[in-house]
């Protein structure tokens, strides 16, 4: 397995988050070793859903958006649900955050509808990236070029379709972390 005692991966959420994509990625990653912080617009519990029409566990995040400084971390997890990025895309913050990953070229995982967010931001003309099926149009609209595949890795930037595609998303990112920890040597 590897090691990722190094690693420092942000996460970024709200009210609405798709519940397995939070936790999944985020227990993979700690179970590698890695610091995973959570910021949201608040620090109050965030509530999960489940397929998006049924309400799951909360989550607590660690911090705000505004207390989030990007060189601190090596990475950042967007998980979906529907409500999640469509409240993130509206916070000034939240798209900053996704900009500056993307500018210092650090990885930057979406996964479902987090791809909204990077669409907001404005970080994917030119890129191939996939999402859940109902934000392609939104994709391409933004200037990328939309496959339809389980992952999809064009450089720094990882995104996935859906929950099914978990296990293939939380691989790409752990072997993207290794490899960027094992360049920093």
């Given at each position: 397995m590897a090691d990722l005692s190094q690693a420092r991966v942000l996460m970024i959420a709200a009210d609405g988050f798709e519940t397995v994509?939070?936790?999944?990625?985020r227990k993979a990653l700690e179970a590698?070793?890695?610091?995973?912080?959570?910021a949201s617009i608040k620090r109050d519990p965030i509530q999960g859903m489940k397929?998006?029409?049924?309400?799951?566990?909360?989550?607590?995040?660690?911090l705000t958006l505004d207390e989030v400084e990007v060189d601190d971390y090596d990475a950042l997890v967007?998980?979906?649900?529907?409500?999640?990025?469509?409240?993130?895309?509206?916070?000034?913050r939240a798209v900053e955050i996704v900009q500056q990953f993307m500018d210092e070229d650090k990885i930057v995982a979406a996964i479902c509808h987090a791809p909204w967010l990077l669409?907001?931001?404005?970080?994917?003309?030119?890129?191939?990236?996939t999402g859940f099926k109902s934000i392609r149009t939104d994709l391409e609209n933004a200037g990328?070029?939309?496959?339809?595949?389980e992952v999809v890795i064009d450089d720094?930037?990882?995104?996935?379709?859906?929950?099914?595609?978990?296990?293939?998303?939380?691989?790409?990112i752990i072997d993207a972390l290794t490899e960027e920890l094992?360049?920093?040597d």
């Open positions: 994509e939070l936790f999944e990625p590698a070793g890695a610091t995973v912080t959570l397929a998006d029409i049924n309400q799951a566990e909360t989550a607590t995040p660690d967007l998980p979906g649900g529907v409500a999640n990025p469509d409240k993130l895309r509206v916070e000034d669409a907001e931001a404005d970080v994917i003309d030119g890129r191939r990236v990328a070029e939309v496959e339809d595949e720094n930037l990882i995104t996935s379709r859906k929950p099914d595609d978990i296990p293939a998303f939380n691989k790409a094992a360049d920093a």
